[in-house]
């Protein structure tokens, strides 16, 4: 409960305080979060799934606020991404300018604390409306601190993000009202428990899905990402390709499994895998033909989507495939939550580290970062260190969360998704190597080089050695995921959870 | 049919005419406009869902979607429509250019 409330208030107070005070607000308030959403994963760890109901209000007019391990590792993910995107942000302010990319506007830590507050929202949340409320406050908030850039590019970008996301969210309201008026509830046990293939709920999945598709950029509704987060101020390309895309993602990952299962083929995950894959070859193919640095990372994004989508088959198809091997779906669905959260560090890391490099070049076309490494190196090894984790290499979490997709995809028989994902490390590689090729270059070039604070670097790298710790962390963010899991079977006799 | 129905289909033929408008025209003014009406469509839906029961009293569920709704459409129309006028006052245009354009120039 506090996890929401907390930003909240922190929003609403920086806003109506002026700048100056608005900066002592951010600390204290960062620093509650955290600790409301530690305090929040040790009550998760302790005593499992909590459960809030807001205002004392039941169902079905009351909010329910649930809290099980996947919320709690993504609560968690978000305050660590959150917390050092911001202190970069403070440090890019500090630096002053011409180089702030519009941090210092008023409203930015107002609409940053908001979008902290939505994201915390989105992963407690449990009943469809509500979501949509909070996917809502997500577009709303992010689409602001994108245009805070002010540049040409940023504005239409943010435009286009807007109206694409204007349009997935009627398609998924539709879905939640066409999903209403026939099983009158919107909460998503529920929905699980009643829900039985028909017409009329099928086009309501079909809306819901689509809706949450183009939010989250999968191929081939990805057009407008590259854009938004390649022209977006550099701690908000961060939250942008780190979060904010994982939410819709998250949606779509509990609506499926939770509420839709019993309605759904075996061969409707199979689809979600196809355009997955697709968003993995043609998003790495893009990124191999970009000219900017941050569009590299930003079509890197569009690829590393394509993972995500891969849990579909491989969890829900194996599930209604074969009998006897349960393993493999929770495999899956650990192995892909695993990579989510190792890509949100990792790919943080990377637009962070970008930003650095941007802002000591004066430009982020690769062709002027020849020989960056010698003046920036925490920079460059922090890009080189997320780069390990995005295309998979031991020990990172990216590592450990591929082993295990490619374990399950072995084991349950579906070997193409395996071939799928090594082309797609092979293809990250070869962006990555790309980027670090011109920045590792020493060659005595005459370029001017702007000093770059060392808090901005560090921060970068910062993100990008968690990425990695999570690859050598060991069994506990599994048992934490596994908590009140939804990749466990519905229990059978019908009871809501 | 009863109103409730009448309602119900009147909606859903809003949101596909906004549904088309909105993917056909280019002027982004039009766009917000036809988002507009998409979201009243949805809005007519919830009201003809909420008398589906007939001959009793109507259900207050869909009521609050509506107002729900009707508060997101709203801040998303005032948010869309400055940014359509700053980016008139920034670019001159009033139509997404060819999205080729971000990628491969500064």
Partial sequence: MWAVLLPLATATLAFLADRRAATWLIFPGAVSILASVSGLLRQVWLFGPQRHMVGGWSAPLGIELYADGLSASLLAMTAVVMSTAGFYAVQTIRRGGSHTEGCDNDFFWPLWFFLWATLNAVFLSRDIFNLYITLELLVLCSVPLLTLAGSGAALTAGMRYLLVAMLGSMCYLLGVVLLYARYDTLSIPHLGALIEPAPATLTAIALITSGLLLKTALFPLHFWLPGAHGNAPTPVSALLSGLVVKASFYLLLRLWLGAFSGALSPAAGEYLGILGSGAIIWGSLLALRQVRLKLVIAYSTVAQIGYFFLLFPLATSELARSSGHPDWVAMAGSGVLYFLISHALAKASMFLAAGCIAHAAGSDRLSELIGIGRYLPVSVFALALAGVSLIGLPPSGGFVGKWLMLTAAFGSGQWWWAIVMSVGGLLAAAYVFMVLRQAVVFRLVDIRFYEVPAGMQWTALVLALLSLLLGVSGEAPFDLLEIGSPFSPPPVDGSVP | ?106
Avoid at chain 2, 50 to 65: I, K
């Fill in chain 2, 1 to 106: 049919m009863n109103q409730a129905t009448l309602y119900a289909l009147t909606g859903v033929m809003l949101f596909v005419m906004g549904l088309r408008a909105f993917l056909l025209y280019a002027h982004l003014l039009r766009k917000i406009l036809a988002f507009n009406i998409m979201g009243s469509g949805i809005f007519l839906l919830l009201v003809g869902i909420a008398g589906r029961v007939p001959n009793a009293a109507p259900d207050p569920v869909p009521h609050a979607l509506v107002l729900t709704g009707i508060v997101v459409s709203v801040s998303f129309t005032a948010f869309g429509l400055v940014l359509l006028r700053r980016i008139y006052a920034k670019t001159g245009k009033t139509q997404l250019t060819d999205r080729m354009e971000h990628t491969n120039t500064e």
